[in-house]
């Protein structure tokens, strides 16, 4: 919310403010004047900056190219495209709506407003006039957030009706999403830091409790450059966190607001200093006048270095003819001066800047920024005077100096209200950071049984549930993890520990993805064998697709490469190279065969002990798959799409697939739980996330829960039939003994 200082009034705005002295057209107003018009409301105009279409353009395409698909795949990029674009629309139309939450709020008050402009960082609402009271600023500050809290609520309903009726997805997608911006809208402005509409709330309060509004905009504005500060140190912790993106907005958003904090505070002590104050007060009187009749050169001979003024109006019977500065005559040639009039390079009356002595130096002030910084001034068409800038720097300084008593008997704020802010600055920034942390959380257990189809070989239908368990990976905010800690079913890990180095956003899920599906094929793969059947597997080498900082091939691979032999032993799939680097103690320097461009070199790398991949087992560091995979089974298998990733599936499609070929029945009518990779021999291999699948698997009402024996011990406490088992033969032999 934004009001042009009119009668003493500040200068501010919804997401930062800068000065303005005095009412003037917008135009002027570079940064934050509209570049377009939209329309009008109630006599309001509503316009758009060019930052506007920009930022438009951005949130519609992360939404229709990251946030929806993510959220709701399997649609058509049609849809994502119009979801994307129409949340877009409303979003803005939501900002739209709390800046005129606050103007009709203003215009009750007896305000009056000027317009409303989006841009950048949102809304500007452009007021006219000081504000009555503490309360009706108060009034006028809470308004718009209660807009907002009142469309959080409104689009989340809705959100809940059609999920309930079952509305089409891109429905409850742009509902969901509306809400949930309207709801950070409104936390990110109710922090207590000016300009934000919480440091307004502050001010008011203050402004009541201490009596002075000048008081109150210091503390407020000095609250709202520590939370400047802080953005700006989220945003530089960004850098070194993965986040540049997001890093670099938080740091220009942290700039304006100390910006727009400090032009707060310097309005309102303009504004005291200047208080009472009109224009004959600071302009010199009976400035002397230039003759229009004068040459130049006379002027200049006269002028300069004996009266001390740079500008001088020019007339010869009293009236305003026009302006003369030393600066316009120097510009005449010297053989021409002589030759030359000064009504001849004068700035005319009807361009130069005039003002009435009675006129407010508040209201002059916008007037002295244009042009050559002076005004004349006039009574009944008589020059009276002459006011320029430094007459009134002048008058600043004298003022500032008596001011400074008056600020120091003013109340303070107290220690309590410090206490209070800083608890919010910290709470948002915590809410607002997000440290190189993820948080491991159970999620919802998928029955895998009826998404498989096998034609080309007998099978039985199956009795019971096998169930997908599978863990929730986000990373949080710095609030998010410290609730984490305390939640018994969630883990806090290194971020590195799942996305390592070199694997971007999209890069992961893909990955994520691609291991799902390549663990469902290796899960049939396994089966069939287990079944006696013939299977065949292809490929041609091992792809580097990531390298764990700080691990022995850390700067000795690089994504992309792809590794096809080890001491001479050749790599056609993945899993040969972990077999082949496992099979020798942790310190066993390799020989590794790598293809890189259009190459192949010899890379000499160690292995050791990594925890963070495969604990108490030597690796190198590196996240691989096969190049070129293909698995040639005796039958043909479909699946159903999931949105999983990762290839901890693998033990539970193993078991369905194996149940639907094996003659007998190995579920029983039971609901069973069972997380593990599988490889086509029917190794079964580590996970993680445990205690949340068990969690997951307790919830799905699964009787019997089957993990790698490894990792017995990490599930923890748990009432269901737990199994460590080693490979598929020993999942199966385990279900036929229950």
């Given at each position: ?80 495209l ?34 409303i ?41 809705a ?81 070194f ?71 001088y ?46 006129t ?24 009276v ?11 600043l ?25 800083t ?21 919802a ?13 007998p ?17 949080p905010?710095?609030l998010g993890?410290?609730?984490?800690t305390?939640h ?38 396994a ?21 764990l ?83 040639d ?9 999931h ?18 070929l ?10 069973i ?66």
């Open positions: 919310m934004r009001k042009t200082a009119k009668d003493g009034a500040t200068s501010t705005n919804e997401r930062g403010s800068r000065p303005d002295y005095g009412e003037r057209d917008s135009k002027d107003d570079g940064l934050l004047s509209p570049s377009f018009r939209l329309l009008r409301v109630r006599g309001i105009s509503i316009g758009a900056h060019w930052s506007w279409l920009l930022v438009f353009a951005l949130v519609a395409w992360s939404l229709s190219t990251q946030l929806f698909p993510r959220t709701f795949p399997g649609l058509a990029d049609r849809s994502y119009l979801m994307g674009a129409a949340s877009a629309v409303m979003f803005f139309a939501c900002i739209l709506l709390h800046e005129l939450g606050h103007s009709f709020r203003a215009v009750k008050e007896g305000m009056r407003v000027g317009d402009t989006l841009w950048l960082f949102g809304g500007v609402a452009r007021f006219e006039g000081m504000f009555p009271s503490a309360a009706a600023e108060f009034r006028i500050a809470i308004a718009g957030p209660a807009v907002s809290l009142l469309l959080a609520v409104a689009f989340g309903g959100a809940f009706v059609g999920r309930v009726l079952q509305f089409p997805e891109p429905v409850v997608g742009v509902s969901e999403y509306l809400a949930r911006i309207n709801g950070i809208v409104l936390a990110f402005n109710m922090v207590p830091a000016l300009p934000l509409d919480g440091g307004r709330v502050l001010r008011s309060w203050l402004w009541h409790h201490q009596k002075s509004f000048t008081a109150a905009t210091i503390t407020a504005a000095k609250a709202g450059k520590a939370f400047a500060y802080v953005l700006m140190a989220i945003g530089f912790l960004g850098f966190t993965s986040a540049v993106t997001g890093g670099i907005w938080f740091v220009f958003l942290g700039l304006f607001l100390l910006q727009a904090a400090e032009a707060e505070a310097r309005y309102v002590l303009l504004r005291r200093a200047l208080r009472g104050l009109r224009v004959r007060d600071l302009m010199t009187q009976n400035p002397v006048l230039a003759s229009p009749h004068s040459s130049v050169g006379e002027f200049l001979g006269r002028f300069v270095d004996v009266r001390g003024h740079s500008t109006p020019v007339s010869d019977d009293g009236r305003l003819l026009g302006l003369i500065s030393l600066r316009l005559a120097g510009r005449v040639v010297p053989d021409e001066r002589d030759r030359t009039l000064v009504r001849d390079v004068m700035i005319p009356a009807d361009q130069v800047t005039t003002l009435r002595g009675d407010p130096i508040m209201d002059a002030l916008s007037s002295l920024r244009v042009g050559l910084g002076r005004a004349v001034v006039l009574e009944q068409d008589q020059i005077g002459i006011l320029s800038v430094s007459d009134v720097a002048t008058a300084e004298l003022e500032e100096a008596r001011g400074a008593a008056a600020d120091r008997a003013s109340r303070g704020a107290g220690a309590a209200v410090w206490v209070v802010v608890l919010a600055i910290a709470l948002a920034a915590s809410a607002f950071y997000r440290p190189p942390l993820a948080v491991l959380s159970p999620a257990a998928v029955d895998v049984s009826d998404d498989i189809s096998i034609e080309g070989a099978v039985d239908k199956l009795s019971g549930k096998y169930l997908l368990l599978a863990v929730r990976i986000h990373q905010s710095a993890a410290l609730y984490a305390l018994p079913e969630r883990d806090v890990i290194p971020l590195s520990a799942v996305a390592p180095e070199g694997l971007g956003d999209q890069q992961y899920v893909k990955r994520q993805r691609n291991l799902f599906m390549q663990s469902r094929m290796l899960a049939a793969a089966a069939a064998k287990a079944a006696g059947l013939e299977v065949t597997l292809e490929g041609t080498g091992a792809t580097v697709l990531g390298v900082p700080g691990s022995p091939a850390d700067g000795e691979l690089r994504r992309g490469d792809v590794i096809t032999a080890v001491d001479g032993t050749n790599v056609s799939l993945a899993p040969e190279l972990g077999d082949l680097i496992t099979a020798r103690p942790p310190g066993t320097r390799f020989s590794l065969t790598v293809h890189r461009g259009d190459k192949d070199r010899q890379v000499q790398v160690k292995s050791a002990l990594l925890d963070r991949q495969r604990p108490g087992r030597p690796g190198i560091g590196v996240v691989i798959e096969t190049r070129d995979f293909n698995i089974l005796p039958f043909e298998i479909a699946f159903e799409e949105e999983v990733g990762g290839p901890s599936a693998g033990l539970a499609y193993a078991l369905a697939i194996a149940d639907l094996d003659p007998k029945d190995l579920a029983e009518g039971r609901t739980g069972a997380s593990g990779t599988v490889q086509v021999d029917g190794e079964v291999g580590l996970v993680g996330g445990l205690s949340q699948k068990a969690a997951a698997a307790e919830a799905a009402g699964a009787q019997v829960l089957l993990v790698p024996a490894e990792e017995v011990g990490a599930v923890g406490s748990t009432d269901l039939n737990l199994t460590g088992v080693q490979t598929l033969d020993d999942a199966i032999s385990a279900l036929k003994r229950k």
